[in-house]
């Protein structure tokens, strides 16, 4: 356990040199929050060992664990300081969220698949990144009005941002995104104007597994 403890130290820290530091990753927060979570506590067993790897890998459920350097790159463009609200759409196996929790006050995060949304309460529970977090199994395109607004909003599956998100942000606020259809998505970042109106970035091609609305099991 001890010499496996060292690999996986040795395995984050190549991690943030080639992944993130090469691929333009320089926010100082985030880079120590992708240092400080312990990313193969929640990858399945069998490919613990290809848990920093430069790759997305699945989780169950047909779903997958994103690739770091995705995961750094939705996080630094989210800009957070530590007093955020932030609410996660997609909360997988609850990495996204660990990372997050690093980074503001309080992370709201939904999952609409049952065996997932408990996998990822187990897993930020022996991470120890469970202290300000909630974690709600729904319909994730309805948001969370109950503790709206958001100071933040991120999305982990690719889709287009639905009405009651737009809602849900606060004023100033930002909510990160990969925006498309059948697998062809793009990110973008949005920011909520005074007059409710919305500046838009449009920035990195990639691939995301769907948007679905709905509870079930995919």
């Known amino acids: 356990m001890h010499q496996d403890g060292h690999f996986y130290e040795r395995a984050r820290r190549r991690m943030i040199a080639q992944q993130l ?3 333009g990753i320089d926010d100082s927060r985030v880079l120590e929050a992708m240092a400080t979570v312990p990313r193969h506590l929640f990858v399945d067993s069998p490919l613990r060992r290809r848990a920093y790897q430069d790759s997305a890998l699945p989780i169950g459920e047909g779903q997958t664990i ?12 989210l800009a957070l300081c530590g007093h955020e609200k932030v609410l996660e759409i997609g909360t997988g196996c609850g990495y996204q969220t660990a990372v997050l929790s690093h980074l503001c006050r309080r992370v709201y ?3 609409r698949i049952p065996s997932l949304h408990e996998k ?6 022996h991470a120890r ?23 933040a909003i991120i ?7 639905s009405h009651a998100w737009m809602q849900q942000l ?13 697998g062809v998505h793009r990110l973008v970042r949005r920011r909520k104007r005074a007059d409710g109106a919305f500046d838009e970035e449009y920035l990195d091609d990639c691939t ?6 709905g509870v079930g099991h995919r």
């Open 129 to 151: 990144c469970a202290a300000n977090v909630m974690l709600k199994c729904g319909d994730g395109l309805l948001g969370w009005p109950d503790y709206a607004p958001f100071d």
């Open 120 to 125: 990822a309460r187990r897993n930020l529970r």
């Open 155 to 161: 999305v982990t599956a690719g889709g287009f941002a």
């Open 109 to 111: 995060s939904i999952e």
């Open 66 to 77: 994103s690739q770091p350097y995705m995961v750094a790159r939705m996080t630094q463009l």
């Open 21 to 23: 530091l090469a691929r």
């Open 208 to 213: 995301f597994v769907p948007l679905l609305e």
């Open 170 to 182: 606060g004023i100033g606020g930002v909510i990160v995104m990969p925006e498309g259809k059948a």
